[in-house]
């Protein structure tokens, strides 16, 4: 008898965490995700992108610039950080090609568009 108790119980906790938490901002444990898409591509479309665009010669040294930014519901890219750079330069080029890149296919969430944060590395030789 216990254990059929301590399953029940354990089945109706993972069941809550599919469900939504209310509140000022909402969030969404369940539902089908579709992640967002660059240019009807993923991630690498968008490495594609910036290596077009970035000015190598802005590059200070070897390394890694490490930086994360938001696609947002409409797609844009927001909230730029620079986590680690290789000179300021670099982390300043980096800015202007994130600032100007055209328009992702934003996350759905449930069918709903949704922000999401994205961390990647350059590595320069």
Do not use: C, H
């Not at 200070?60 to 000179?87: A, C, M, P, S, Y």
């Amino acid at each position: 008898m216990k254990k059929f108790i301590l399953l029940a119980v354990f089945v109706l906790f993972s069941n809550l965490s599919f469900s939504q938490l209310g509140g000022e901002d909402e969030v969404y444990l369940g539902g089908d995700f579709i992640d967002a898409k660059f240019q009807n591509g993923g991630v690498e479309k968008f490495y594609d992108y910036i290596v077009a665009n970035f000015d190598i010669k802005t590059v200070e040294k070897k390394g890694q610039l490490i930086f994360e930014f938001t696609v947002n519901e409409n797609g844009e890219v927001k909230n730029i950080k620079v986590l680690r750079d290789v000179g300021t330069n670099s982390a300043i080029e980096l800015i202007r090609v994130l600032r100007k890149a055209p328009k992702w296919q934003p996350a759905t969430r449930g069918g709903k568009a949704v922000s999401i944060n994205l961390k990647m590395p350059l590595t320069f030789k």
